[in-house]
């Protein structure tokens, strides 16, 4: 029976990371345009020999340095911008728009990190403050190539327990998207310069987020993470003292394993093969791998929540189960919990619901 429902899982799970005709493969690249940005002791990538090597110097620089590569200035313009709540998906198969769209609050800012593309630099985060505030609020990072509505009712789940939320439009999603690409790509590609650029930037728009709700009097603070989010959600929390209370829904361990053997990134890994094996890729962007940073992650007290899925073909158990030893090896304060499902049938009846309880539950006790 325990062998019929795992393949049924499986199969499930499988028609669901392939709905989608619009991924696209691209070429490896080194991104070395992007890597001037963030140049080891301020050498240009372009004189190194053997860029392999320059990018695996690089990765050890900048974990070595890591609080100051995840610092920023910052910004200035903050404000609220109201404006109708459109889906913007951007799956093959994306649900419409509503034929009525829903007024919303928007935070938005410029982002400490810059990119070639001025309405991805331009951070969104649909505001969602608790009826009666207790001080207390989430940043909320939904998966890759989510949609605008991804993650919404979550943080409405949050303002029932007076807790206030700031829903986080990753790099290069939704409103941030520029118009040549069709699906979130540049957040995670075969271009290695980029991929860390994007967490980079995702790391200090998460922090960003809380200056702004300190200044709107809030006091306790948390993010919760999916997926790609939940990476982004890791590395930020390292690096920020003022996040105590974090959910990882879904988590890994090394970017790159999770890119090479996971079933919704196959057209990534197409690109990339040929060109670098998986050890050296782990290296190349081992500056955006949570394992990199569990040293700093337990620097301040923290409560955690892990969510895996046990039937996971994206985000595989076995890596999960890492992470979850890691907490363990540093003696951190967390919890673990695991669903009977897979990473994309996370988000099916009625596994969305036995997540959505995990989550909410957690947020409602931790703070």
């Given at each position: ?33 992007w ?72 935070l ?7 990119t070639?593309?001025p ?32 993650h ?15 829903r986080?439009?990753k ?7 520029p ?40 006091k ?39 890119v ?62 890492q992470?979850?030893?890691?907490f ?34 957690f ?5």
């Open positions: 029976m325990r062998t019929r429902y795992a393949q049924w899982m499986y199969d499930w799970e499988t028609r669901l990371t392939t709905r989608d005709t619009n991924r696209v493969v691209r070429p490896f690249e080194w991104g070395l345009d890597a001037n940005s963030f140049a080891l002791n301020g050498s240009s990538p372009k004189a190194a020999e053997n860029l392999e090597q320059y990018f695996h110097a690089l990765n050890d620089h900048i974990v070595a340095h890591s609080d100051e590569f995840y610092s920023y200035k910052q910004p200035t313009d903050f404000r609220l911008e109201r404006r109708p709540a459109m889906r913007m998906g951007t799956g093959a198969n994306a649900l419409p728009e509503p034929e009525q769209p829903q007024m919303a609050d928007f938005r800012f410029t982002s400490p990190v810059r070639p593309y309405q991805n630099d331009m951070v969104n985060a649909r505001w969602f403050p608790a009826k009666k505030p207790s001080g207390r609020a989430m940043v909320v990072l939904p998966q890759w190539n989510s949609d605008a509505f991804g919404n009712a979550l943080c409405q789940i949050f303002n029932r327990f007076g807790v206030s939320a700031l986080l439009s790099p290069y999603h939704d409103i941030r998207k118009a040549e690409i069709e699906r979130a790509d540049y957040a995670v590609s075969a271009n290695i310069g980029r991929t860390i650029s994007a967490c980079r930037q995702a790391v200090t728009d998460i922090r960003c987020c809380l200056d702004w709700l300190e200044a709107q009097g809030y306790e603070f948390g993010v919760l993470g999916t997926s790609l989010g939940s990476c982004y959600a890791f590395v930020a929390s390292a690096h920020d003292s003022r996040l105590k209370v974090n959910a990882f829904n879904h988590a890994s361990t090394y970017f790159a394993d999770v090479w053997t996971g079933q919704a990134t196959r057209h990534i890994r197409e690109g990339i093969e040929q060109a670098i094996s998986l050890e050296s890729l782990r290296q190349a962007w081992l500056s955006i791998s949570p394992m990199a940073y569990f040293d700093k992650y337990a620097r301040w007290p923290k409560k955690s929540l892990i969510v895996y899925a046990k039937y996971d073909l994206t985000f595989l158990p076995e890596f999960s189960k992470v979850v030893e890691n363990e090896k540093w003696k951190l304060n967390f919890r673990a919990a695991v669903l009977p499902c897979g990473h994309y049938t996370t988000g099916e009846t009625p596994f969305k619901y036995m997540d959505a309880w995990h989550l909410g539950r947020v409602a006790t931790a703070f």
